[in-house]
């Protein structure tokens, strides 16, 4: 009975995981020399039911500058706007598919920005957005480097945590029915 139910409430759980993905854009950041990096994007359409055609990546204009476009995926436009302490406001890297853009459950890698990082320590995730073509509305939001969904590894916890538990009132039950 216990087994039945812990392999039910994982089966619920990870259908419930399925459904709680996000578009993600993860990265890779190289070192070029001194204060030049350059990020390598992959992007995920792993949410949306129709093909993901504009994406923007922004750049805080207090950590990045001087940023140069490295290489687009083919049947993508590039817009990179800088920087500017100045207004203030981000800089930014929008990638736009005017001819299909990219499919459910496929990814799109080959977007590279180089720039001159300001800050100390490594380059970290930035905040992106997903456009619908259309009224040019924001759709999702988030940050490079990873989906905003559950780990794996939290998963696995929640799941030991309720066999544990199971396991638990088992024992309880037992014991109960030994005492009298």
Same mark, same amino acid.
């Given at each position: 009975?216990?087994s039945k139910f812990i392999?039910k409430a994982s089966l619920?759980?990870?259908?419930?995981?399925?459904?709680?993905?996000?578009?993600?854009?993860?990265?890779?950041?190289?070192?070029?020399?001194?204060?030049?990096?350059?990020?390598?994007?992959?992007?995920?359409?792993?949410?949306?039911?129709?093909?993901?055609?504009?994406?923007? +990546?922004?750049?805080?204009?207090?950590?990045?500058?001087?940023?140069?476009?490295?290489?687009?995926?083919?049947?993508?436009?590039?817009?990179?706007?800088?920087?500017?302490?100045? +207004?203030?406001?981000?800089?930014?890297?929008?990638?736009?598919?005017?001819?299909?853009?990219?499919?459910?459950?496929?990814?799109?890698?080959g977007f590279s920005v180089?720039?001159?990082?300001?800050?100390?320590?490594?380059?970290?995730?930035?905040?992106?957005?997903?456009?619908?073509?259309?009224?040019?509305?924001?759709?999702?939001?988030?940050?490079?480097?990873?989906?905003?969904?559950?780990?794996?590894?939290?998963?696995?916890?929640? #799941?030991?945590?309720?066999?544990?538990?199971? #396991?638990?009132?088992?024992?309880?039950?037992?014991?109960?029915?030994?005492?009298?």
């Amino acid at each position: 009975m216990i087994s039945k139910f812990i392999s039910k409430a994982s089966l619920v759980l990870l259908m419930g995981m399925s459904c709680a993905q996000a578009t993600t854009i993860d990265y890779t950041a190289t070192q070029l020399s001194g204060t030049r990096w350059r990020y390598d994007y992959t992007v995920h359409n792993d949410t949306l039911g129709s093909p993901l055609q504009d994406f923007t +990546i922004y750049f805080n204009e207090n950590l990045f500058t001087n940023l140069a476009n490295e290489s687009t995926q083919a049947g993508w436009d590039l817009l990179l706007i800088q920087p500017d302490t100045n +207004i203030p406001a981000a800089g930014f890297f929008d990638g736009l598919a005017p001819g299909g853009g990219l499919a459910f459950g496929a990814l799109a890698d080959g977007f590279s920005v180089s720039f001159d990082y300001l800050g100390t320590g490594l380059p970290g995730r930035q905040s992106f957005s997903i456009y619908e073509t259309l009224t040019w509305g924001e759709i999702e939001r988030g940050m490079t480097g990873g989906a905003a969904v559950p780990l794996p590894g939290t998963l696995s916890l929640f #799941v030991l945590g309720l066999a544990a538990g199971a #396991v638990q009132r088992r024992r309880g039950s037992v014991q109960r029915g030994g005492a009298q």
